[in-house]
């Protein structure tokens, strides 16, 4: 297209951009068509509804004892599977504790190497010029 427009010439080039301008401008300008019938998109495939024979019956309203004994038995579930989630929850907690507390032998084991430890370094009663394996 640009060897077109160097050929032609720039006065032509310049006709030609006026032109494209002019086209976007009237393009713009023209008004939004919108569909005729407004109506049109309320519209629905009448063979999509259920068709009822007879007339249709007001629903019962709910029985409150019925309501009451059912919601009964589903606070007791619920209770029921709460009481299990703790119970597994404490179990967890409890894993996880006993992970981080030594157990009785462990222990014991600490205690004895402190023991040795303070029994090879000594309680301190050297004197400061002495040099034996507590002082040093």
């Known amino acids: 297209m640009s060897s077109d ?4 010439g720039p006065a032509d080039a310049a006709a030609l951009a006026t032109a494209s301008i002019e086209g976007q401008a009237a393009a713009s300008d023209e008004p939004v068509v919108e569909p005729a019938d407004p109506e049109a998109r309320y519209r629905y495939d ?5 068709k009822v024979k007879g007339k249709v019956k007001k629903p019962q309203p709910p029985n409150e004892a019925e309501k009451k004994i059912l919601t009964q038995k589903l606070q007791e579930e619920i209770d029921k599977r709460s009481e299990r989630i703790k119970a597994i929850k404490q179990a967890q907690e409890d894993a996880r504790n006993s992970r981080t507390t030594p157990s009785q032998p462990l222990q014991r084991l ?14 301190g009663t050297c004197s400061s010029s002495c040099y034996c394996i507590c002082c040093i």
């Not at 427009?5 to 032609?8: G, I």
């Open 5 to 8: 427009v160097a050929a032609e």
């Open 46 to 50: 009448e063979s999509l509804l259920i």
């Open 110 to 123: 600490q205690a004895l190497r402190q023991q040795f430890s303070t029994v090879l370094v000594g309680a």
